[in-house]
């Protein structure tokens, strides 16, 4: 695997050679980079983004430091391989329990956001549906359905909420066009914000070991 030198950080990327117009370049929640391009001379592209990339991997460091599970937008410490949050426990040994429990909770939580939102844009969706995403927090299908990440347990309160009132104003506009973002500002006028902390809570999931073999599991 090829490696450049940036600002004396060594750094291992991987190239995939493809008929496209423009380099691209993708660092992944784990810390990997990929790069797109048409071309493997990639070199001098890599030292012009040295910033962008040592920005992005030191924010993937430094997620991998935080210790605890990530439930709600707090961290909690494991004992024994058990989670005591408030009155309940999260035995973290089984998975396959652990997971439904998750689920269970998260359904619980968003339904009533989901019904409220639903409500005040005056739309339906037709299904509802909490998955292991790998690529995404949440989806909105043609056909009305909701996709929801499991993974969104991890975060605060007001990041599900936006999450939420996105999908479901995916039902009234399906693309991200001016008058989508114009739905969701009504209830997130921080919407820009949210979105940022989004990405930041995406590198803490996927770098956590308890939730990263959560998702990674059999679906």
Known sequence: MPEIDLNGKKIQYEVSVRRVRYVRIYVSPEGMLYVVSPTRRVERFLKEKEDWILSKLKRIEEAKKIQGFPYLGKFY???DGKVFI???????????K???TLKDEL???IMPLIEERAISLGVEPRKVFIRK????WGSCSPKGNLSFNLAMLTLPPE??????????????????????????EESHPDWRKKRKELKDWW??????????EILEGEK
């Open 159 to 184: 990041l599900i909420d936006y999450l939420v009132t996105h999908e479901v104003a995916h039902l009234v506009e399906m693309n991200h066009s001016k008058k989508f973002w114009t739905l969701v």
């Open 203 to 212: 590198i803490i999931v996927h770098n956590n070991p308890v939730w990263r």
């Open 98 to 100: 652990l997971e439904g």
């Open 77 to 79: 410490p494991s004992k």
């Open 107 to 109: 359904r619980a939580l």
């Open 86 to 96: 408030g009155n309940g426990v999260l035995d973290l040994s089984d998975k396959r």
């Open 133 to 136: 995403q790998k690529t995404r």
